[in-house]
C-alpha cells in the first residue's frame, strides 16, 4: 500500500501542470527544515492515555475523524485552538470510547459534543464525524469483538498492514482519480500508525517495524507550508483561488496535484537528509503552526480525507 502511495503520487507530479515542484530549492530547504527551531508539538492525539487499551481505542477513533479543514473556518472552535486541535482537545476529555458508542453515535451526539450550532454549517462535519465513527465501530465489533487493540495487533507491527486493515472502513479509502491514475494518499490510515508510535514510545501495539515506508500524511497543511517556502510553485490561477479563500473541489486536479506534489517532494527531500518522510512531516505540520503561515490562507477542500 505504502509504495503505491509513492509511486502514484510520483506519477501525478510528473505531469502535473498546475503545481511544481521547485528542485532548485531542494538542496538548501532540507537541511535548513532540520535544523530550523522546533515548534513544540503540543498534539493530544499523540499523549498516552492511563492504559495501552484507552490510547489505542482513543488515537485509532480521532484519526478516524482527523478531517475537516474545509469545515474548519465555520467551526466554533475553543479560544486560541485550531480546528483540530479544538475536536482533538474535546474527544480527549471525554475519554477513550467503546466499540458499541461508536457504531451508535449520532450526528446530534456529535453537535453536543463538540459545542456546535445544532442549526450552523458545521453540522455537515458533524455528520461525517458520525458516520466515521459508526464505520469503525462496525469494524471493530464485526471484525475484533470490539477491541481497537485487537485491530492493531492484527497488523502485525506493519503500518502498511494496518492501512490496508482500515481501509476496511469506507472513509479511510482515500484515493482520486487522476489523468487515468488511480491515486493513492491513505492520509489518515497512515498517521494512525505514527500516532500509535509516539503515544506509546514503539512499545506493544505502537511499535510498528516499517514506519521508515510511511510518507507524508497528505492534508492541506504541509502543501501550504511548501507554497510558503517556496518549495512548491502554484499556477497564478490557482493561487488566486487559494488566496481569495475558496474552496477547492474534491478530486479535482488541482486538489490532486497539491497533495501529489508535497509527498513527492518530501520524498526528495528525505532521499536528500536521510529523515524519514513521517519525520519531516511532523516538521512541517508543526512549522505550520507559525503566525507567518497561519498569516496567509491554505488551501481548503471539503473532504472526508483530510
Not at 513544540?40 to 479543514?69: C, H, Q, W
Not at 476529555?93 to 463538540?114: I, K, N, Y
Not at 510553485?233 to 481569495?244: E, G, K, M, R, T
Request: proline fraction near 5%; aromatic fraction near 8%; charged fraction near 25%.
Amino acid at each position: 500500500m505504502l509504495e503505491e502511495v509513492r509511486s502514484t503520487c510520483a506519477a501525478v507530479a510528473t505531469q502535473a501542470s498546475r503545481v511544481r515542484i521547485e528542485t532548485d530549492a531542494l538542496n538548501d530547504y532540507g537541511p535548513a527544515l532540520l535544523a530550523a527551531p522546533r515548534v513544540p508539538d503540543d498534539d493530544p492525539g499523540r499523549m498516552r492515555l492511563a492504559t495501552v487499551e484507552d490510547t489505542v481505542a482513543f488515537v485509532v477513533a480521532l484519526d478516524a475523524i482527523n478531517f475537516g479543514s474545509g469545515w474548519f473556518p465555520v467551526l466554533h472552535k475553543r479560544a486560541g485552538m485550531s480546528g483540530y486541535h479544538t475536536v482533538a482537545s474535546i474527544f480527549r476529555e471525554h475519554g477513550a470510547p467503546t466499540a458499541a458508542w461508536l457504531a451508535e453515535v449520532t450526528t446530534g451526539d456529535c453537535v453536543a459534543l463538540f459545542d456546535q450550532d445544532p442549526n450552523g454549517e458545521a453540522v455537515e462535519l458533524m455528520a461525517h464525524f458520525a458516520e466515521a465513527w459508526n464505520q469503525l465501530g462496525r469494524l471493530l465489533l464485526d471484525r475484533y469483538d470490539g477491541s481497537a487493540v485487537a485491530l492493531v495487533e492484527d497488523a502485525s507491527h506493519s503500518a502498511d498492514r494496518l492501512v490496508e486493515l482500515l481501509r476496511a472502513a469506507p472513509y479511510f479509502e482515500d484515493r482520486r482519480s487522476y489523468r487515468g491514475i488511480d491515486v493513492a494518499f491513505y492520509k489518515r490510515a497512515q498517521i494512525v500508525a505514527a500516532d500509535l508510535d509516539l503515544a506509546l514510545d514503539g512499545k506493544g501495539p505502537g511499535r510498528f517495524d516499517d514506519l521508515d515506508r510511511l510518507t507524508i500524511f497528505a492534508d492541506n497543511l504541509v502543501p501550504h507550508v511548501l507554497r510558503v517556502d517556496g518549495v512548491l510553485v502554484l499556477d497564478p490561477a490557482l493561487a488566486a483561488h487559494i488566496d481569495d479563500g475558496r474552496l477547492l473541489q474534491e478530486g479535482s486536479e488541482e486538489e490532486v496535484e497539491l497533495r501529489a506534489c508535497a509527498v513527492h517532494a518530501v520524498e526528495l527531500l528525505a532521499a536528500a537528509t536521510g529523515a524519514t518522510p513521517a519525520a519531516l512531516d511532523n516538521v512541517l505540520w508543526n512549522r505550520g503552526q507559525g503566525a507567518a503561515y497561519k498569516a496567509i490562507p491554505r488551501p481548503r477542500c471539503r473532504t472526508v480525507s483530510y
